[in-house]
């Protein structure tokens, strides 16, 4: 067992420090803690479609278009974050989960894609600057990127296996609209989460890092896999491992797994990836598994239980809540995280790693 560390938020006065630079400097000290979902706690404000809607100019029903309240009720959207900054969170994620092209064409909401994403960024990192104002705790604002509605490895005609609705060179340049309005709105990481179709991250890997070059500057990603079966692969077939070595090329400041079982069933494949990756560890379960109405009841300090015994066990560096969590959650994994030494990241022996479904190492 880890012994216990007092995690120390450090002072950097050095403009010239990355992102990137920094977050691993903070995550020497202990486990960092990101945030929770928005999904739920903008239900929780149970807003009317006249209040989704605002006076965006929409004509179609957006009740249910959690994007679209950064622009017609950028207040609650503060408020949100507000509660996840006093619950401990230092990493907080923009509400921008399905702000992209090809979501928002459910809502005729396509052209208001880059306004939704700049509005989401700018709220995020307004709540977190003047936090770092009052207590001088230097805050980490993540551009969310979801995984769109559509997969470019699996066909959605079961007739025609070779149909696709999309193609990679549109997911990418979708994926890369939405990064750069993150970016232009003060974002210091993008994050590609909820992974379920592999192809989908490879084209925003190639959309952030066309933007990476066209700014000739880092743009440090994290990326989330979401396991879909107890086996651990995602819904286009890898391994949590063969995910790796099919991304580990972006350089990823932070690889993580979010979602799935709740974090009781994810612990399994979080070990698995913490030996594996050789960066920064993040995860972030939902509560539990839903209830027959799709609500979570797995309580606060159950969460915690499970989520402290990872980072006790050596296993993740960053740790936080999906989709049922609240600010209770974040607020009693923060505790049971507190004097909790962090994870080593792992330095990776010298080897061609390829991927198919399963890993395969070539020893060098």
């Known amino acids: 067992m880890n ?11 050095a403009p010239h420090a990355t992102a990137r630079a920094r977050l691993n400097e903070l ?6 803690m990101k945030d929770g979902p928005y999904g739920t706690a903008i239900q929780a404000e149970n807003l009317t479609e006249e209040q989704y809607k605002g006076d965006s100019g929409l004509t179609m029903d957006q009740k249910g278009n ?10 609650v959207i503060r408020k949100i974050c507000d509660s996840y900054i006093d619950a401990g969170a230092v990493v907080l994620a923009t509400n921008t989960f399905n702000a992209n092209r090809i979501s928002q064409a459910d809502y005729g909401a396509e052209h ?17 600057d003047d936090a770092t104002a009052k207590d001088g705790k230097e805050r980490f604002v993540c551009g969310a990127m979801g995984p769109t509605n559509k997969t470019l490895s699996l066909s959605p005609d079961v007739e025609d296996p070779g149909y696709r609705e999309v193609t990679f060179d549109h997911v990418k340049e979708v994926y890369k609209e939405q990064a750069a309005a993150l970016l232009e709105g003060g974002c210091d990481f993008i994050l590609i989460e909820t992974v379920f179709d592999t192809l989908n991250c490879k084209a925003a890997i190639v959309g952030v890092k066309e933007l990476e070059m066209e700014r000739g500057a880092d743009v440090p990603m994290f990326i989330s896999m979401t ?13 949590v491992e063969a995910f790796w070595n099919t991304i580990r090329h972006a350089r990823p400041a932070a690889m993580g797994l979010n979602c799935s079982f709740g974090a009781e069933g994810l612990r399994p ?32 300090e159950t969460t915690a239980k499970f989520v402290s015994a990872w980072a006790r066990e050596g296993y993740v560096n960053i740790v936080g809540g999906c989709c049922g969590t609240t600010p209770a959650h974040i607020a009693a994994i923060a505790q049971s995280v507190r004097d909790v030494k962090p994870r080593m990241k792992n330095e990776a022996e010298p080897a061609m790693r390829l991927a198919g479904l399963d890993p395969f190492k070539i020893a060098s």
């Open 3 to 13: 012994a216990p560390h007092t995690l120390q938020l450090p002072d950097h006065d």
């Open 27 to 32: 995550a020497k000290s202990g486990i960092v």
């Open 66 to 75: 959690n994007d679209l309240v950064n622009l017609t009720q950028p207040h």
């Open 112 to 128: 208001l894609v880059h306004e939704i994403n700049l509005s989401a960024a700018k709220i995020i990192r307004r709540a977190c």
């Open 227 to 239: 396991v879909t079966d107890m086996s651990g692969r995602n819904l286009s077939g890898h391994t």
């Open 269 to 300: 494949h979080v070990q698995t990836l913490a030996e594996t990756a050789d960066t920064l560890l993040f995860a972030y379960p939902n509560a539990g598994l839903p209830n027959d109405l799709g609500e979570y009841d797995e309580p606060p």
